[in-house]
């Protein structure tokens, strides 16, 4: 972790799943949604727990983590 990674809003490997989920999810590819959501919940929680997220990042990412919640509720097969 470098020193300013402390005070940025966003990660950097998040970031890439969350394009991945709003791409998949624009593209109507239901399964791979889901699928890149759930490897964004499991790389969430091992970055929260591990305290590689700020309270900034946690906080903007459990508006995402809701956000996605609804959306993808009824997003399958």
Partial sequence: MGLFDRFKKTNDELEAIVKSVEND?????????QEDFRKFLA???????????????????????SRFEVELKGFHH
């Fill in 25 to 33: 999810a624009s593209n109507n590819y239901k399964d791979a949604a």
């Fill in 43 to 65: 790389k969430f929680d091992e970055l929260k727990n591990s305290g590689n997220l700020n309270e900034k990042q946690i906080a903007h990412y459990d508006e995402i983590k």
